[in-house]
């Protein structure tokens, strides 16, 4: 006997221990999967459930037990791409690694914006922030050029000295404190620079 699946119990179907028809608790869970996604009014591609959410989610949504998540595929696929744009090579310059990014993360989250979790987004955000500061940092080479678009973001930048020849790599490089300072996360929005905060938040 086939099992049925209503929307309203919240349970997704199991399959059966004994004798159970694998292609039939396939059906049953997909039209289950279909029927969610219609209710909460996302696409169906590239979305799997979590019952694990902020207490203000759920508070938002009473009836719900599982909502709608960004696939692990689909995340990590975001952030190979945001690795290709944020090369330090910055490849056609700076001002077209900006106008891709912002074209890559509005476009990505107009679709996914109803099932981002927060707690990956804050994460993600802090990885692109490093890579654009390391981007940065190469591109403007000389030490005089550092100092001075140090001093230009940051009125009481130091004198960064043998700090602007250091041979550190620039992964490393750009978690240092004079360049947080410099290019802390309001001073990249105002410079035109794009991260997932900003794209969601200008979906909403």
């Given amino acids: 006997m086939q099992q049925q699946t209503h929307l309203t119990s919240n349970k997704i ?24 996604l219609t209710t909460t009014g996302v696409p169906e591609i590239g979305f799997s459930f979590t019952n694990s959410v902020t207490k203000k989610k759920k508070a938002r949504f009473p009836d719900y037990k599982y909502f709608p998540v960004v696939h692990r595929k689909k995340r990590t696929k975001l952030k190979e791409k945001l690795r290709a744009l944020t090369d330090r090579r910055a490849i056609g310059g700076i001002d077209a690694v900006k106008a891709k990014l912002r074209l890559a ?12 979790p927060v707690w990956w987004r804050i994460k993600t955000d802090s ?17 005089g050029k550092r100092q001075e678009e140090l001093k230009k973001r940051w009125k009481d ?34 410079e035109g620079w794009y991260d997932l905060e900003k794209a969601l938040r200008e979906t909403r």
């Fill in 105 to 116: 993360l509005k476009g990505w989250s107009n679709y996914f914006k109803k099932a981002v």
């Fill in 127 to 143: 990885w692109l922030h490093r890579r654009i500061r390391q981007l940065l940092w190469k591109q403007w080479k000389k030490p």
């Fill in 157 to 190: 930048a130091p004198e960064i000295g043998e700090f602007a020849y250091s041979s550190n790599r620039y992964w490393a490089i750009a978690k240092a404190y004079p360049i947080h300072q410099a290019l802390s996360n309001q001073n990249l929005w105002n």
């Fill in 13 to 36: 179907p199991r399959q059966p221990k004994k004798y159970g028809n694998r292609s039939c608790f396939a059906r049953l869970k997909k039209n289950f999967i279909l029927k969610c």
